[in-house]
C-alpha cells in the first residue's frame, strides 16, 4: 500500500481508466470535427462545379451563331456569379478570358479566345478535385453548331 492507503492496483486501474476515457472523448470529438470539416469542403466544390457548370452553359450560349440577348445575359450573369466561389486561379483565368473575349479587345482571335477558354477550364477542373489526377493532352473548348443552310449559301 501505498501512504495514501490505497493500493497501487487500484489507483494504476484508475489511472488506466482515467486515460481510456479522455481518449475515447478526445477521439470521438476529433472524428467529428474532421468530418464536419471534409463535409463542408465537399458542399464548397458542390457549389463551385455548380456555378461552373452554369458558367460552361452560359458561355456555351454565346457562341458564334447561337448568340442572343438573352444569352449574353445570362452569360454576364454566370460570369459574376463565379466570383462568390472561385478561387484565386479561376479568378485570374476567368479576368483573362473575359479580357480576350471583351468587344474593346481589337486583337481578339478565335485561336486566342480557344486558348483563354482552355486555361479557364483547367482551372476549373482543378479547383473541383478532390485528388490530382493527370490532365488531359487535348484542349478544351466549346463543340460549335454546323452553319445554318441561309450562310452556306
Not at 119 to 128: E, F, Q
Request: aromatic share 8%.
Amino acid at each position: 500500500m501505498d501512504s495514501g492507503g490505497i493500493p497501487w492496483a487500484w489507483a494504476t486501474v484508475v489511472v488506466t481508466a482515467g486515460v481510456s476515457l479522455i481518449t475515447a472523448i478526445l477521439t470521438a470529438y476529433l472524428t467529428s470535427r474532421f468530418t464536419k470539416i471534409r463535409e463542408r469542403e465537399a458542399d464548397w466544390r458542390r457549389l463551385k462545379l455548380t456555378r461552373y457548370q452554369e458558367f460552361v452553359d452560359a458561355a456555351s450560349g454565346i457562341t458564334e451563331g447561337r448568340s442572343t440577348p438573352e444569352t449574353i445575359i445570362r452569360f454576364h450573369d454566370a460570369a459574376n456569379s463565379i466570383q462568390l466561389v472561385a478561387s484565386l486561379p479561376v479568378l485570374e483565368a476567368l479576368w483573362h478570358f473575359l479580357d480576350v473575349n471583351s468587344c474593346s479587345n481589337l486583337n481578339r482571335t478565335a485561336e486566342l479566345s480557344n486558348q483563354a477558354l482552355d486555361k479557364l477550364i483547367r482551372a476549373m477542373r482543378r479547383d473541383v478535385r478532390p485528388i490530382d489526377e493527370a490532365e488531359p493532352k487535348r484542349s478544351f473548348g466549346f463543340i460549335r453548331p454546323p452553319p445554318s443552310s441561309a450562310s452556306r449559301k
